[in-house]
């Protein structure tokens, strides 16, 4: 069995493999609803969405907002912790826990994984469903090795459906867990 301890320790790679994820999660058209709603939200277009810009917003969709729950989210979403939302913490922080936990939206996040539909993932497929992540940040082939083996179960080098399941569960546990710890 492998360890994330590298993995966990790149915050930015593991933002950018439960982004990638929760991404297969939604439709077309959900991913341009929410790309509408965050530019929206976004009144200065810098591409971020702060606290402010939040509470702004969501008082004009919503009528009255509770700076609380603007707060939660932020708490939640803002997995690099530098106080604005990117795009990416905006579909984490959208992403309805059922829908992570659905396995037919599983199924077709896995299948975006699984190029050659052999029911498993190996590690080349992997790397290309991450895309340019490794080559364009300078991650070397060895993080996605440790991604394979902390979720690989049953140490047969590649991850199935099941494996994969669990995978989204850990990533995304992370940010079930950080909600859950929110002061009420």
Excluded at 97 to 124: H, P
Excluded at 129 to 141: H, L, R
Excluded at 148 to 176: C, W
Aim: charged share 30%; hydrophobic share 40%.
């Amino acid at each position: 069995m492998g360890n994330l301890k590298d993995f966990n320790a790149n915050l930015k790679l593991q933002q950018a493999v439960l982004a990638l994820m929760v991404h297969q999660l939604f439709t077309n058209d959900e991913l341009e609803d929410q790309k509408k709603m965050f530019a929206k939200l976004d009144k200065n277009k810098d591409g971020m969405l702060q606290r402010e810009e939040l509470i702004d917003g969501f008082r004009e969709i919503y009528g009255e907002v509770v700076e609380q729950e603007v707060d939660e989210i932020m708490a939640l979403a803002d997995l690099n912790g530098n106080g604005e939302l990117d795009y990416c913490e905006w579909l984490v922080a959208t992403t309805k826990k059922a829908d992570i936990y659905n396995s037919n939206k599983l199924k077709q996040a896995f299948q975006y994984f699984d190029k050659d539909n052999s029911g498993t993932i190996t590690l080349e497929e992997l790397k290309q469903g991450m895309g340019g992540i490794s080559s364009s940040d300078n991650y070397d082939d060895g993080i996605f090795v440790d991604i394979l083996a902390e979720a690989d179960i049953n140490g047969d080098g590649e991850i199935d459906f099941e494996e994969f399941q669990e995978m989204m569960k850990k990533l995304v546990g992370g940010v079930i867990k950080k909600k859950a710890s929110i002061p009420k």
